[in-house]
């Protein structure tokens, strides 16, 4: 009993840590593919690899280089196109509002701002509600599953890129407290899908240049593809090549190498260098060729107090950390209340037009709220002094005299990007109740903002939130704590970074964006400071959000390690037993009716009638192939390139044909099968086996006796935290019905163990 009560406590603080709330969506978790980045060896695969010379490698390597320099090109230009995109429709909005405000209307420009802003944000909503819903958001969820080995269906086509790109310089546009950053990112792994494998259904693309014996065609290169496109997408957001290859890494990637390093660094530099290049040429202030301040945000140059010297104290580290402190406070408030806000849209606001209503009338409300903060509480405006001219035409006049400025205004009615930076850089007091105001209608915009059918991301308004808290903090150091080195700027950096981080959670890679987009390696002490204790403040409450937006939407992601709850189990627990196999060779109408009566992507292959030994196994996708290809009776081998022709769609068993005669021919499976693949015992440790899924890319896992007999088989879904909170369940109910088990002699090797640790799991066993 005592040993009950233990699981049971352990798996109660486990549910408390792994699960969301309930929510309409979460439960049952909907049961999606698996990329399949496992190398087959099949006798066609080692055929095929044994013919190859070393000209053949040479040519490879070439190619996949040259591909990730066309990956890195292709997302420099889609991010010119949406930068270029979303600035000019700023400019004619803010041209059309001030215009009026410089008449004296006041009336006027609230509507026109207004109507603005839900047009553009209509359209960008009407593209994601009919086009492709998946282009909603910031789309770093999905990324995050694709690079962990789940197949998240339209995530990755070509009609996704264009409906972010077009959605994103929209949402941008209309004013809403939104990001391109999340957005770049998915851009990018877009880029790098459909680069890598050369073809696009939408608009009837096929070329040759990619299949090379079908060598980039396969889930595996086209993960690797995706990982350097969504390096890319942060070098080109952020101007951070290094950031996005530990993105890539840190944010999901369950298999990682030394080349995938270096293909990934190579693809971040050259997007980098493309977009730099781009951006000079169309800059009104640069000239072609000259490549300094090259992303697409960047934070500026940083100087404290008029010095272009960073320095900071000793005793102000202890304040970054407290800062630290409340960003992560804050960033799992906003993530439980996001939480609640998609919860409730997944169960009332389904259909495209009540997205479309919900997005427009947003986004009007925004437009009036921000407006009206601005004219509700009018401070002194604040004369434009030297100080000011190198953020001069940043700054916003509003209803101020001729040589003033607004700087609610010059917060809240401009990009946010300029936002951000005038809070870094100016050296101008800002008002306690400016600061306060726009810190509120930010984040309680931003909070809602996300997750509506627009694409969106929460990078730059969770900067402008932290930003307006850190300069708040930094103001009120600098007028009581009569020190020289206080500089409010810095704070407003510290505070961006705290936000931000108790929002995402990221730590390694965040720390590295951040300091390449100032410029300066001095502020990483206290960035990643308040980043971690960010991250240790916030994951007390709650998850990031990105990982709370793939528990509701019920995606099987794989966290690095398996959870807690997982020490109590093995492999024959969460196993599904009793699988369908084939024997080595079977007949063709026992091949179809089984793969037109399951539906499952892998099969055990056993030896024949009275043996029944596991000798290897074969994926439905072959099968099907090897049956529309009459692989059957006398037919010649087939080929592996040939195999793998039809990736990633391959042939349908509905597809198949097969008359009577040909029903009782034999199919031989040996020369198709993969006979040494990874396999575990059902005594196996769920941990090692979760571990060993999730590291080499593997979609299904047999699990056999000591006899080898297959017992059952391991995917995806028996690897999620639901199940294995389940099957201890099952487990705890069982022992209170026996709590011992009789050494027989038919005493299975599994049930012996299972009662062994069962009774002596006191001992420390």
Not at 13 to 41: G, I, L, V, Y
Not at 536 to 559: A, K, R, T
Request: hydrophobic content about 45%; charged content about 20%.
């Amino acid at each position: 009993m005592e040993e009950r009560l233990l699981i049971d406590g352990d798996a109660a603080a486990d549910n408390a840590r792994w699960s969301p709330s309930p929510s309409p969506s979460s439960s049952p978790e909907p049961d999606f593919d698996t990329f399949d980045c496992f190398e087959s060896h099949s006798l066609v695969r080692r055929l095929e690899i044994r013919s190859r010379t070393p000209t053949f490698f040479k040519h490879r390597a070439l190619l996949r280089w040259l591909l990730i320099s066309l990956v890195s090109f292709t997302m420099a230009l889609v991010a010119l196109c949406v930068w270029a995109l979303s600035h000019s429709l700023q400019r004619y909005r803010f041209a059309a509002v001030d215009r009026l405000i410089r008449q004296g209307f006041v009336v006027a420009p609230i509507a026109v701002q207004c109507t603005m802003a839900a047009a553009f944000v209509g359209v960008a909503s009407a593209l994601v509600a009919y086009v492709e819903p998946m282009a909603a958001g910031s789309g770093i969820p999905q990324v995050k599953c694709i690079l962990n080995g789940l197949k998240v269906p339209r995530v990755v086509r070509v009609k996704t890129l264009l409906v972010k790109a077009i959605g994103v310089s929209l949402s941008v546009a209309a004013g809403l407290p939104l990001g391109i950053e999340g957005p770049m990112i998915h851009c990018g792994a877009v880029c790098g899908a459909a680069v890598s494998q050369g073809r696009s259904a939408v608009a009837g693309i096929d070329t040759s240049c990619t299949k090379y014996n079908g060598e980039f065609r396969n889930d595996k290169e086209k993960r690797e593809f995706v990982s350097a496109g969504a390096a890319a997408g942060v070098a080109n957001a952020f101007g951070a090549p290094i950031g996005g290859v530990l993105f890539a890494l840190e944010e999901g990637s369950s298999f990682w190498n030394q080349k995938l390093t270096w293909r990934t660094f190579f693809c971040s530099m050259m997007s980098y260098f493309f977009l730099a290049l781009f951006t000079s040429a169309v800059s009104d202030d640069r000239h072609w060729g000259k490549l300094s301040d090259s992303s697409m945000f960047t934070f500026g140059d940083f100087t404290s107090n008029g010095q272009n010297v960073f320095s900071y104290s000793a005793y102000e580290l202890p304040l970054f950390i407290g800062m630290g402190a409340v960003g992560g406070l804050a960033g799992a408030a906003f993530n439980e209340c996001n939480r609640r806000l998609t919860v409730w849209r997944q169960a009332h606001v389904r259909s495209p037009a009540r997205r479309i209503a919900e997005c427009t009338a947003t986004a009007a409300v925004f437009a009036l709220v921000a407006f009206v903060a601005c004219l509700a509480v009018r401070p002194a405006c604040v004369g434009i002094g030297r100080e000011h001219e190198q953020y001069a035409r940043q700054l916003v006049q509003f209803y101020c005299a001729h040589g003033q400025f607004s700087p609610r205004a010059s917060i809240l009615l401009v990009p946010f990007d300029s936002a951000v930076k005038l809070l870094f850089h100016t050296s101008v007091t800002f008002d306690t109740a400016d600061l306060v105001v726009v810190f509120l209608v930010v984040f309680v915009a931003a909070c809602w903002c996300y997750g509506m059918a627009i694409p969106s991301g929460l990078f730059i308004p969770c900067l402008l939130a932290g930003a307006c808290f850190g300069r708040l903090v930094g103001q009120v150091v600098h007028e009581n704590a009569a020190l020289p080195t206080v500089d409010p700027g810095t704070y407003s950096l510290i505070g961006a970074a705290a936000v931000l981080g108790g929002m995402a959670r990221m730590t390694i890679s965040l720390t590295v964006i951040l300091i390449e987009a100032t410029g300066d390696i001095q502020y990483g002490l206290p960035i990643m400071a308040t980043l971690m204790t960010a991250r240790w403040v916030g994951g007390y409450f709650n998850e990031g959000l990105y990982d709370i937006q793939i528990h509701l939407n019920g995606w099987q992601f794989l966290d690095f390690d398996p959870p807690p709850v997982a020490q109590y189990l093995l492999a024959a627990d969460i196993m599904s037993p009793d699988p369908v196999s084939f024997r080595e060779v079977e007949t063709v109408g026992r091949v179809v009716d089984v793969l037109r009566s399951c539906s499952h992507n892998g099969f055990p292959v056993v030896g024949p009638d009275g043996d029944g030994a596991f000798r290897g196994l074969i994926p439905r996708k072959h099968l099907t192939v090897l049956l529309q290809h009459r692989q059957y009776g006398d037919a010649p081998l087939l080929r592996d390139q040939d195999m793998e022709q039809s990736y990633p769609r391959y042939p349908s068993i509905e597809d198949v044909t097969i008359s009577d005669s040909e029903r009782d021919l034999e199919m031989d499976l040996r020369p198709y099968m993969d006979p040494a693949p990874y396999v575990c015992q059902q005594i196996s440790p769920v941990s090692t086996v979760f571990r060993l899924y999730r590291t080499m890319g593997l979609r299904h896992i047999p699990v056999v006796t000591p006899t080898n007999h297959v017992a059952g088989m391991i995917t995806r879904k028996d690897l999620t935290h639901i199940i294995f909170r389940r099957q201890l369940r099952e487990l705890v109910e069982d022992q209170q019905q026996q709590e011992h088990l009789d050494r027989h002699d038919d005493v299975t090797q599994y049930e012996f163990v299972r009662s062994f640790l069962r009774r002596h799991s006191q001992a420390g066993l």
